[in-house]
């Protein structure tokens, strides 16, 4: 089934799919929810949403007589609200956050402790798994395009088994496939794409822009989502993403979080420690540390800090700066053009004697995506945004570097981290 076909499918379906289902709320995943509230049933936890039958049931004297709850009926009732509530954080939980939501099911009530099996939950660990597994089934007979998108019959014929291809939220994406928003269908997000287009040609036009790209978003989720396009293809049908506050608008969209002044904020708070740790490193490295610390002028602005500290921080983490950054000096034009038409991924900066600001931006599979970003830092931040915004996977070579970026700076999905960027962490925490 073609992309066209399941999108018609979507909109022909939504008159009955729940309301809950098709506006749920976003949420972050489970990993991030306090324990204790979770424990304690707040209003951030998932046994917030047990109904009242659930609670009636679950109450004295079997909460304090710790005897096994046998009652299928009542067994069949929690996992149903438990699926949906977890739903709402992650339509693909992980085993750890299946995990922690049955050790505190067990922790809040006693009764359904399982006395036979591994730490007291581990039955129910399992139930959880396979409900929601159920649950997503269900949800596909509605058309809910983040659980659609794995069906079989969406898949190409290469790709058509279960575990195949499987697309789901990662890198704490709260809005990863949103459906269309209520009374739109393919047709009418076409005609706004359409709209769109000329609305670019347009000078002064970028409140109406924002209006239109904030209104398609769902329409260019499913596109990049379960075409995976090229990055060619996606400038081409919009060119309205390709510019700085665009892709600010589109990450807030997908993670709740502002882009760059969280990530500058988070890299000024551990600048202190940061440049400490740079300067107390010996051996081979230390000296390549105290070459680029050196090349800094004394009295350097903000933005000379915070270029430092990340070209530090890269060679710290064990990887090499040539591998983001390719910088230019008066370089003939041709030959920059066609030194960048070869580049996967890279930052460039070209300086000019007939300017005094370089020319900063962003280039990615040969060809240029983001321009006239003033300096390194901020094109950094810009880089993780449009990893966001079009589905790009970090270069395997530089995966410490933008998992600091990601998890350190953005603090997003920051419960999983490597030993190398844990251990930076601890340091700059302690």
């Known amino acids: 089934m073609n992309l066209s076909h399941m999108q018609s499918q979507v909109h022909h379906m939504q008159n009955h799919l729940p309301e809950r289902l098709l506006h749920r709320t976003p949420l972050f995943c489970l990993s991030e929810v306090p324990q204790n509230d979770i424990s304690h049933g707040q209003s951030s936890s998932p046994f917030?949403?047990?109904?009242?039958?659930?609670?009636?049931?679950?109450?004295?004297?079997?909460?304090?007589?710790?005897?096994?709850?046998?009652?299928?009926?009542?067994?069949?009732?929690?996992?149903?609200?438990?699926?949906?509530?977890?739903?709402?954080?992650?339509?693909?939980?992980?085993?750890?956050?299946?995990s922690l939501v049955a050790e505190a099911l067990v922790n809040k009530y006693p009764c359904l402790k399982e006395p036979g099996s591994f730490a007291?939950?581990?039955?129910?660990?399992?139930?959880?798994?396979?409900?929601?597994?159920?649950?997503?089934?269900?949800?596909?007979?509605?058309?809910?395009?983040?659980?659609?998108?794995?069906?079989?019959?969406?898949?190409s014929p290469a790709?058509?088994?279960?575990?195949?291809?499987?697309?789901?939220?990662?890198?704490?994406?709260?809005?990863?496939?949103?459906?269309?928003?209520?009374?739109?269908?393919?047709?009418?997000?076409?005609?706004?794409?359409?709209?769109?287009?000329?609305?670019?040609?347009?000078?002064?036009?970028?409140t109406l822009i924002k209006e239109r790209m904030a209104k398609t978003f769902a329409r260019r989720r499913n596109e990049i989502v379960n075409l995976s396009p090229s990055i060619e293809d996606i400038k081409a049908r919009w060119p309205a993403l390709f510019e700085a506050s665009q892709i600010q608008d589109e990450f807030h969209r997908i993670t709740t979080v502002n882009l760059e002044s969280k990530f500058m904020s988070k890299l000024d708070e551990y600048t202190?420690?940061?440049?400490?740790?740079?300067?107390?490193?010996?051996?081979?490295?230390?000296?390549?540390?105290?070459?680029?610390?050196?090349?800094?002028?004394?009295?350097?602005?903000?933005?000379?800090?915070?270029?430092v500290v990340i070209r530090c921080l890269m060679v710290y983490l064990g990887e090499s700066t040539d591998q983001l950054l390719k910088e230019y000096d008066d370089a003939d034009?041709?030959?920059?053009?066609?030194?960048?038409?070869?580049?996967?991924?890279?930052?460039?900066?070209?300086?000019?004697?007939?300017?005094?600001?370089?020319?900063?931006?962003?280039?990615?599979?040969g060809i240029k995506v983001l321009s006239a970003l003033s300096n390194m830092p901020r094109a950094c931040s810009m880089l993780v945004g449009l990893a966001y915004a079009v589905n790009l996977a970090y270069p395997k070579e530089l995966r410490y570097t933008f998992e600091a970026f990601q998890k350190l700076f953005l603090e997003l999905d920051s419960s999983k981290l490597s030993p190398k960027v844990n251990s930076l962490k601890n340091k700059l925490l302690a």
């Open 48 to 98: 917030h949403y047990l109904n009242m039958k659930l609670r009636y049931t679950l109450k004295e004297p079997l909460k304090t007589t710790r005897t096994l709850l046998t009652c299928s009926k009542v067994k069949a009732d929690i996992l149903e609200k438990l699926a949906e509530t977890i739903y709402a954080y992650a339509a693909y939980p992980s085993s750890a956050q299946i």
């Open 120 to 155: 007291g939950y581990y039955g129910w660990q399992q139930s959880i798994k396979y409900k929601m597994a159920n649950y997503r089934t269900k949800l596909r007979g509605y058309g809910v395009p983040e659980v659609m998108c794995n069906a079989l019959k969406c898949k």
């Open 159 to 206: 790709d058509q088994k279960p575990a195949k291809s499987v697309k789901k939220t990662r890198k704490a994406k709260v809005n990863y496939l949103p459906p269309y928003p209520g009374g739109e269908d393919e047709k009418s997000q076409e005609q706004e794409r359409l709209q769109l287009l000329t609305e670019v040609r347009k000078r002064d036009n970028n």
């Open 272 to 307: 202190p420690k940061l440049l400490s740790l740079f300067q107390s490193k010996g051996g081979t490295m230390g000296l390549r540390l105290h070459a680029i610390l050196l090349k800094a002028p004394s009295n350097r602005s903000i933005h000379v800090t915070r270029d």
């Open 333 to 365: 034009e041709d030959v920059v053009s066609q030194d960048l038409a070869v580049q996967k991924m890279k930052i460039y900066n070209m300086k000019t004697s007939t300017s005094e600001d370089p020319d900063v931006g962003i280039v990615v599979d």
